[in-house]
T-cell receptor
Framework: ETGVTQTPRHLVMGMTNKKSLKCEQH?????MYWYKQSAKKPLELMFVYSLEERVENNSVPSRFSPECPNSSHLFLHLHTLQPEDSALYLC??????????????FGSGTRLTVV | KNEVEQSPQNLTAQEGEFITINCSYS?????LHWLQQHPGGGIVSLFM???GKKKHGRLIATINIQEKHSSLHITASHPRDSAVYIC????????????FGQGTRLTINP
């Protein structure tokens, strides 16, 4: 365990379903991130929350909706997804944008398949 | 062209060999990260560096800020080192964020 816990590890959902991904960290970090990793592509930043406020939304479609209720929890709500949204979704946290010595800590990811 | 380029994309070697993975970037950065991703997806941070060289066990990371280049070396490689190694740079574009290379898939054969 890295200190960042993601659930579920695997998720299969239909295009009409609504589901949520959960990320939890108890490292005392003040920033949390959602990244998407598609096959054969570099990781892409989706959202950044700093001090529970969304500070970056990287042109992500509205069918992805993040929520950060407190500094330890981050959610990604999914609805009416497309098959091309199938990917590994990774959560990460950092203190002060990774500029502190600890860098970034990643979760194990949720492998999402949209059918 | 990606802002972060890694080479090689794939590398297969025999156990015990000295491994070098390269990373070049084209933007101003505050730090460079080397990450390791095992099958199953989880990512582990290996190094964060902004100058010089860092060593941890059999892993060594170097960075040349003037040339915008970093290398990750593995000495006495072992099959358990088989993974995808990812270079990422910290930039400030709006919020502080990471920009990733495409990764290098390393396979060490016994």
């Amino acid at each position: 365990e890295t200190g960042v816990t993601q659930t579920p590890r695997h998720l299969v959902m239909g295009m009409t379903n609504k589901k949520s991904l959960k990320c939890e960290q108890h490292l005392g970090h003040n920033a949390m991130y959602w990244y998407k990793q598609s096959a054969k592509k570099p990781l892409e930043l989706m959202f950044v929350y700093s001090l529970e406020e969304r500070v970056e939304n990287n042109s992500v479609p509205s069918r992805f909706s993040p929520e950060c209720p407190n500094s330890s929890h981050l959610f990604l709500h999914l609805h009416t997804l497309q098959p091309e949204d199938s990917a590994l979704y990774l959560c990460a946290s950092s203190q002060d944008g990774g500029r502190q010595g600890g860098g970034y800590t990643f979760g194990s990811g949720t492998r999402l398949t949209v059918v | 062209k990606n802002e972060v380029e890694q080479s090689p994309q794939n590398l297969t070697a025999q156990e015990g060999e000295f491994i070098t993975i390269n990373c070049s970037y084209s933007v101003g950065i505050s730090a460079l990260h080397w990450l390791q991703q095992h099958p199953g997806g989880g990512i582990v941070s290996l190094f964060m560096l902004s100058s010089g060289k860092k060593k941890h066990g059999r892993l060594i990371a170097t960075i040349n800020i003037q040339e915008k280049h970093s290398s990750l070396h593995i000495t006495a490689s072992h099959p358990r080192d088989s993974a995808v190694y990812i270079c990422a740079v910290s930039i400030r574009r709006g919020a502080q964020k990471l920009v990733f290379g495409q990764g290098t898939r390393l396979t060490i054969n016994p």
